[in-house]
């Protein structure tokens, strides 16, 4: 069973106890392309499930951030200012966020890997 | 042509247009002309106005804008581009709006500029949006009442309808914000910024010591709103810790133009650029090494983040950026300083002989004040006006029935002022 | 057009002690006294350079710009029309450009006359019952226009609307506008023909809604045949019509705004009323209201007495309140006033005709090689989707560049988002057939060049000044001004 769960917009949250690391996924990275800023919260915010946390733009696009999870923002994952690039290199080493969870996780709402996989085909 | 269209007649292109729906006469206009009798027409339109010396500062200046301007900015390959979504073909708009930015970003202290406000009311107003937009929230945005009193209508009118608090810090009897109320404000919280001037509406340069460390100590911003002109030699919204430096350009080689076209600037720090509303044009390499410039952090948006943009501006104020970068260029920084320093000059001399006269006062007499002054004028702000005009003088700037706001540039001559000396001392 | 690089900044230019200017003497000179904790610090650093260097650096930059004058401008919703010389004459004119803006209205008769004429010209052409031409730009006046919008509802307390429905295939800009307006934004779906999905929007119309904005022809250059269905069925729920001017040049002598039951609307005088597009601005937009809702538009406002005088208003309870330092971008709507002299009334009622015929013609010529997603009458412009032939990998980015090295602007592009591969193309009234027909074939050979050496073409531009910009290291790490260049490129 894997401890990794996603939205459908494309952010997953890979669980680690009562650690989420949030960013967005290959697929997600692929189509946005180049990616050149990350605007995230900072330590200490509080992100709720399916709001808005941050942006992300490419050259020529942008997209909203959305949070797959509730919690504290214990991390804001800032190797991505100098060098936004990481979430093309590998997106899923590269999570945006890494949040304190204050509420269960959202089971009913939150995709599985196969049903992301199934989103996607 | 018609043939290739497929219909037999040009009507027959708007078969498309319900019958209900078609303009059935002529427009109700006057006939053709040619170029002549436009020429004539303006003629005679232009006749029925009267250009006078000029006085009148409250914004806008009568500076001396060298020849060569215009005959840059003529330049058809400037003037009929639009703006330059194709880098490839419009490097000589990227440079040069690269050049005005950094132009810019040197008079104001500031790290970024952009290129793309309309005027100074509105680059306030886009000042107050963005330091609304920084706050996740959102906050108050607190003014003062010694701004010029247009940015401050066009400030609440965005406000307004955009749904943000503003507040309005009253000003003291010296004509300045009432400094220790304005902390005070700040203090009290949920503030996202604060905007103030340099020189004020009257022509003062207020004290902003400690404010950006007051306004940062709550996580609010500041801006510091200036005639851009007038940075050469004041202390700019950088030195004094501002995060926001917006005002008018006009004073930069532009025409007075009955009020438009001019440009707004709009700076910022490093921190808040992708805030930054507007067309901002960035530094890159082409395929061949060679330095080019493209428009830059376009995500921001409009036509990208649609209902999230930062702002709705389109423009690129392309032209008005042209007109500042050569006027610059042609000044130089000790030009600039010179412009400065006879405005400067010429403004306090005028004001002491206006004063001798004893039909008027300097009104704020404590305050320093620039190129512009408040006058109380005991016989009333209209009969000055008035004996001025009779002598081809714009007087200045009603404030209301007993003030009067004087501007002088490099443009009026010492036998201008004495001649409007000599109006003011005709009053009784 | 200069194909090389002229890559100089004036700051290279530069050499202390030079001035390109002598600043004129008032012969005044004062001791003032201001307290230097209040003066600027630090050293100021524009370049020093004299007037002959200043003249030949920005007309060397200059050949490195394509404008209308250059060339054959296709800019799809942009109308990129000819800007007639004259105009820019009676910009410059002396008894209009050296006046201030807050000079008492009896020594500024000529210029009030000549705003309230064109005003009154305008309110002709839109079917409006009167304009303000305060708003700088067409964002403005859109922004102004919704601001109208919301005054109104407000005069009637009716506080409840909070939504402004708006097509999907809408510019950029309509939402942004609405945002900043304080509105919330709901999307009306469009029908395969590019039209608004009337069932869709009818589905979306309630007493919350404050207005629906649209341009006619929409974004994809087809006329809205259903608008005085749609214009009823908004009116219906209390809502208004807001007219986007984009789209009005195609609609000149045939047909206006006004009768199509739109309230509010903008003009761009930038647009369809010739004045130069200077790169991106100045520009102008003009906000028009029907009857009953002059009371809102923006203050100052010029008005005409019995006697024939004018006056500027500056306040009035029921106003919206005021979007300008004054009236304006007066320079520019003197630009529009003589374009609409110029032309008069016979020569204005053919310019909508006259554009649409020069773009139903290249519609015709171009779509056996050029996908057409809508076939039919189109108005000024028409969309294609890309190339017909997708087998070859070249894309409307690549058609767009091979264009540059024909001579000609490129096309709008990726615009509406309706399409993959929008290409976008407005030819307007001004040119040529001779002008057309070249552009169809440099069109038709991009076609078969894309077959027969398709990766020449995707490598496009080959013959620019510059070619292939690195877009995303400029946005990685933006050097906007020339210190951080320096910064940037230190040698190590």
């Known amino acids: 069973m894997s401890n990794t769960y996603y939205l459908q917009s494309h952010e997953y949250a890979r669980i680690d106890g009562n650690?989420?690391?949030?960013?967005?996924?290959?697929?997600?990275?692929?189509?946005?392309?180049?990616?050149?800023?990350?605007?995230?919260?900072?330590?200490?915010?509080?992100?709720?499930?399916?709001?808005?946390?941050?942006?992300?733009?490419?050259?020529?696009?942008?997209?909203?951030?959305?949070?797959?999870?509730?919690?504290?923002?214990?991390?804001?994952?800032?190797?991505?200012?100098?060098?936004?690039?990481?979430?093309?290199?590998?997106?899923?080493?590269?999570?945006?966020?890494?949040?304190?969870?204050?509420?269960?996780?959202?089971?009913?709402?939150?995709?599985?890997?196969?049903?992301y996989k199934e989103l996607i085909k | 042509?018609?043939?290739?269209?497929?219909?037999?007649?040009?009507?027959?292109?708007?078969?498309?247009?319900?019958?209900?729906?078609?303009?059935?006469?002529?427009?109700?206009?006057p006939d053709e002309m040619s170029e002549k009798e436009v020429r004539d027409f303006f003629d005679a339109l232009g006749r029925k106005n009267r250009v006078m010396t000029c006085f009148a500062g409250a914004g806008y200046y009568h500076h001396y804008a060298p020849s060569l301007i215009s005959a840059i900015v003529s330049r058809s390959e400037f003037l009929t581009a639009y703006t330059p979504y194709?880098?490839?073909?419009?490097?000589?708009?990227?440079?040069?709006?690269?050049?005005?930015?950094?132009?810019?970003?040197?008079?104001?202290?500031?790290?970024?500029?952009?290129?793309?406000?309309?005027?100074?009311?509105?680059?306030?107003?886009?000042?107050?949006?963005?330091?609304?937009?920084?706050?996740?929230?959102?906050?108050?945005?607190?003014?003062?009442?010694?701004?010029n009193p247009r940015t401050l209508a066009v400030m609440?009118?965005?406000?307004?309808?955009?749904?943000?608090?503003?507040?309005?810090?009253?000003?003291?009897?010296?004509?300045?914000?009432?400094?220790?109320?304005?902390?005070?404000?700040?203090?009290?919280?949920?503030?996202?910024?604060?905007?103030?001037?340099?020189?004020?509406?009257?022509?003062?340069?207020?004290?902003?010591?400690?404010?950006?460390?007051?306004?940062?100590?709550?996580?609010?911003?500041?801006?510091?709103?200036?005639?851009?002109?007038?940075?050469?030699?004041?202390?700019?919204a950088g030195e004094w810790g501002a995060d926001i430096a917006c005002g008018d350009a006009q004073s930069l080689g532009m025409p007075l133009s009955y009020g438009g076209p001019t440009l707004g600037y709009l700076c910022s720090t490093k921190a808040l650029m992708r805030k930054m509303p507007g067309r901002i044009v960035g530094a890159t390499v082409d395929r061949d090494g060679q330095r080019v410039f493209v428009l830059t952090l376009q995500a921001r948006e409009q036509h990208i983040r649609r209902e999230k943009a930062t702002s709705n501006i389109c423009s690129n104020q392309g032209l008005m950026t042209l007109y500042a970068a050569v006027y610059m260029s042609l000044m130089g920084s000790r030009g600039?300083?010179?412009?400065?320093?006879?405005?400067?000059?010429?403004?306090?001399?005028?004001?002491?002989?206006l004063a001798a006269t004893g039909t008027m006062t300097l009104t704020y007499p404590d305050s320093p004040y620039l190129n512009e002054f408040v006058m109380t004028v005991r016989p009333g702000t209209d009969a000055y006006l008035t004996a001025a005009a009779a002598q081809g003088i714009l007087g200045g700037v009603k404030i209301d029935g007993r003030h009067v706001l004087i501007a002088v540039t490099e443009m009026q001559t010492r036998t201008d002022m004495d001649r409007l000396v000599a109006v003011a001392a005709s009053l009784v | 057009m200069n194909r090389r690089l002229y890559g100089q900044l004036i700051f290279e230019l530069s050499h202390p002690g030079r001035k390109g200017v002598k600043v004129p003497d008032n012969g005044v000179e004062f001791a003032v006294d201001i307290p230097s904790a209040l003066m600027r610090e630090t050293p100021l650093d524009l370049p020093e350079v004299d007037e002959p260097t200043v003249a030949r650096h920005y007309n060397n930059l200059s050949t490195n710009n394509f404008g209308v004058d250059t060339g054959f401008y296709p800019l799809g919703s942009c109308t990129m029309k000819y800007n007639p010389k004259i105009n820019e004459e009676i910009a410059s004119h002396r008894d209009f450009r050296d006046l201030?803006?807050?000079?008492?209205?009896?020594?500024?008769?000529?210029?009030?006359?000549?705003?309230?004429?064109?005003?009154?010209?305008?309110?002709?052409?839109?079917?409006?019952?009167?304009?303000?031409?305060?708003?700088?730009?067409?964002?403005?006046?859109e922004l102004t226009g919704l601001f109208v919008i919301k005054a109104y509802h407000e005069s009637r307390r009716d506080y409840a609307r909070d939504k402004v429905l708006i097509p999907d295939?809408?510019?950029?800009?309509?939402?942004?506008?609405?945002?900043?307006?304080?509105?919330?934004?709901?999307?009306?779906?469009?029908?395969?023909?590019?039209?608004?999905?009337?069932?869709?929007?009818?589905?979306?119309?309630?007493?919350?809604?404050?207005?629906?904005?649209?341009?006619?022809?929409?974004?994809?250059?087809?006329?809205?045949?259903?608008?005085?269905?749609?214009?009823?069925?908004?009116?219906?729920?209390?809502?208004?019509?807001y007219y986007d001017g984009a789209n009005l040049n195609p609609l000149l002598g045939v047909a206006r705004p006004g009768d199509m039951g739109f309230d509010v609307m903008h003009i761009n005088l930038h647009k369809t009323f010739s004045t130069p597009h200077g790169g991106g601005g100045p520009g102008s937009g003009p906000v028009g209201v029907r009857d009953g809702l002059q009371q809102f538009l923006p203050m100052p406002k010029v008005v005409k007495s019995a006697e024939g005088s004018y006056e500027v208003v500056t306040d009035a309870a029921t106003s919206l309140g005021s979007v300008s330092h004054w009236l304006g971008n007066f320079a520019v709507e003197l630009r529009a006033l003589a374009y609409i002299l110029s032309l008069g009334a016979d020569g204005l009622m053919e310019v909508g005709k006259l554009s649409t015929l020069n773009a139903n013609y290249i519609k015709e010529r171009l779509k056996d090689l050029y996908l057409l997603p809508i076939d039919g009458l189109c108005k000024h412009e028409m969309v294609f989707d890309g190339l017909a032939d997708k087998s070859t990998g070249v894309t409307t980015l690549n058609v767009a560049k091979r264009l540059l090295d024909m001579g000609y602007h490129a096309p709008t592009i990726y615009f509406p988002l309706l399409f993959h591969e929008s290409l976008m193309i407005e030819p307007t009234e001004t040119e040529s057939l001779e002008t057309i027909d070249a552009f169809i074939d440099a069109m038709r050979r991009i076609a078969i060049e894309a077959k027969e050496s398709p990766e020449m073409v995707k490598d496009a531009p080959h013959d620019t000044p510059i070619s292939h910009p690195d877009d995303t290291a400029a946005a990685i790490s933006p050097v906007t001004t020339y210190r951080q260049w320096l910064a940037a490129n230190e040698p190590s």
């Open chain 3, 100 to 141: 201030h803006p807050l000079q008492p209205s009896w020594s500024v008769q000529g210029a009030l006359e000549a705003y309230y004429t064109l005003q009154e010209a305008l309110s002709e052409v839109g079917g409006m019952a009167e304009f303000s031409l305060n708003p700088y730009a067409g964002a403005q006046g």
């Open chain 2, 156 to 236: 609440q009118t965005y406000a307004h309808f955009h749904g943000i608090e503003l507040e309005i810090i009253p000003s003291t009897a010296s004509g300045m914000t009432d400094m220790a109320l304005l902390k005070s404000r700040i203090a009290a919280g949920g503030v996202a910024g604060v905007v103030v001037p340099s020189p004020n509406y009257y022509g003062i340069l207020e004290d902003f010591s400690g404010l950006s460390d007051a306004c940062h100590a709550v996580k609010a911003l500041l801006a510091v709103d200036s005639p851009a002109s007038a940075l050469a030699v004041i202390k700019s």
């Open chain 1, 19 to 115: 650690i989420a690391y949030v960013g967005i996924t290959k697929y997600a990275a692929g189509q946005l392309g180049n990616v050149v800023y990350v605007d995230m919260p900072e330590e200490g915010d509080d992100v709720a499930f399916g709001e808005e946390f941050g942006a992300i733009e490419s050259v020529k696009a942008a997209s909203d951030l959305f949070s797959p999870v509730t919690g504290t923002v214990i991390e804001p994952n800032t190797a991505l200012v100098d060098n936004p690039r990481l979430v093309n290199e590998d997106p899923e080493a590269n999570w945006i966020i890494k949040v304190e969870l204050t509420e269960p996780l959202n089971l009913e709402e939150l995709l599985t890997e196969e049903q």
């Open chain 2, 86 to 147: 194709q880098p490839e073909i419009s490097q000589g708009t990227l440079h040069y709006i690269f050049e005005y930015q950094s132009m810019m970003s040197s008079l104001t202290g500031m790290d970024v500029s952009n290129a793309s406000m309309y005027d100074g009311t509105t680059a306030a107003a886009e000042a107050m949006l963005m330091m609304n937009a920084s706050m996740r929230k959102g906050g108050r945005i607190l003014t003062s009442a010694t701004m």
């Open chain 3, 169 to 241: 295939s809408a510019h950029g800009t309509n939402p942004a506008s609405a945002a900043l307006a304080g509105y919330k934004i709901v999307e009306v779906k469009s029908l395969p023909d590019g039209t608004v999905d009337t069932d869709d929007l009818l589905s979306k119309l309630d007493d919350t809604v404050a207005a629906m904005m649209m341009t006619n022809p929409n974004t994809v250059g087809i006329f809205e045949r259903n608008i005085p269905a749609i214009a009823e069925a908004v009116h219906g729920v209390g809502a208004l019509m």
């Open chain 2, 336 to 353: 600039l300083e010179e412009v400065n320093r006879r405005g400067i000059e010429g403004a306090h001399y005028l004001a002491d002989r």
């Open chain 2, 1 to 29: 042509m018609l043939g290739t269209c497929g219909v037999d007649s040009l009507d027959g292109l708007y078969a498309d247009v319900p019958d209900g729906l078609r303009l059935a006469r002529h427009y109700s206009l």
